[in-house]
Nanobody, 120 residues
Framework: QVQLVESGGGLVQAGGSLRLSCAAS????????MGWYRQAPGKQRESVAA???????VYADSVKGRFTISRDNAKNTVYLQMNSLKPEDTAVYYC??????????????WGQGTQVTVSS
């Protein structure tokens, strides 16, 4: 059974920083795309950033220049460094990963979510 476990959320003042981590565990043969979504109260879930196995990354316009996604393939872990945080970044952040476990196909897995709250 593949699981994604997130950590690193919390409460921070505007302008501060947080680093989120998400580790995949279980029987894993390959991971291609990993990334982060977020969902604010009353809003739809939106993509924040994603990173390919080779390291190329894409970002939502709203976080470009402030957030950095990275991954450690040896640890099956993806990170999200969030700097210059704004109150509008407040949301539950979910990691996701496209993983090939037992079998020859990939499935998308999701973490349980971690709350990020930015106070003004």
């Amino acid at each position: 059974q593949v699981q994604l476990v997130e950590s690193g959320g919390g409460l921070v003042q505007a302008g501060g920083s947080l680093r989120l981590s998400c580790a995949a565990s279980g029987i894993i043969f390959s991971i291609n795309t990993m990334g982060w979504y977020r969902q604010a109260p009353g809003k739809q879930r939106e993509s924040v950033a994603a990173i390919a196995e080779g390291g190329s990354a894409v970002y939502a316009d709203s976080v470009k220049g402030r957030f950095t996604i990275s991954r450690d393939n040896a640890k099956n872990t993806v990170y999200l460094q969030m700097n210059s945080l704004k109150p509008e970044d407040t949301a539950v952040y979910y990691c996701h990963a496209n993983i090939r476990g037992v079998g020859s196909y990939f499935n998308v897995y999701w973490g349980q979510g971690t709350q990020v709250t930015v106070s003004s």
